[in-house]
């Protein structure tokens, strides 16, 4: 749970109030803790949280999330991003070479002239 804690940027009370309410389904590791550790390790699946987060969005607080976290849950439910098949568009490298040029233009200017005026 404390995973689930600084991931939701909420404390193990709010948490504990969601498992009490059924919002939010976890399952107990099954160990014997004494009672300032809760009694057991609580385990919650990726799935129980994307169900509490669908059926109550008004509970998250979005700026509160570890954004990171967040998204890899909501967005790519930990698959793994592939990687880009093709390079960049060549007309973005092109268009810096472009001003790379440029650049160099305007500084030969500056260095013959003391200053840069464009005609």
């Known amino acids: ?22 919002w939010l389904q976890d ?40 954004q990171t976290w967040f998204l890899d849950l909501v967005l790519l439910k930990g698959r793994e991003v592939p990687e880009a098949k093709s390079p960049r568009p060549t007309g973005a490298v092109e268009s810096r070479r472009g001003l790379l040029v440029m650049n160099a233009a305007i500084g030969e200017k ?7 005026v464009g005609h």
Do not use: Y
């Not at 500056?110 to 840069?116: E, I, L, P, T, Y």
């Open 27 to 66: 399952r107990l590791q099954g160990t014997r803790r004494h009672d300032g550790n809760g009694n057991d390790i609580h385990r919650i699946r990726e799935q129980d949280i994307l169900n509490f987060i669908k059926n109550h969005p008004q509970e998250i607080n979005l700026g509160k999330v570890d």
């Open 1 to 22: 749970m404390r995973d689930l804690e600084q991931c939701l940027g909420e404390d193990h009370r709010k948490i504990s109030t969601w498992i009490a309410n059924g």
């Open 110 to 116: 500056v260095a013959q002239h003391g200053s840069f």
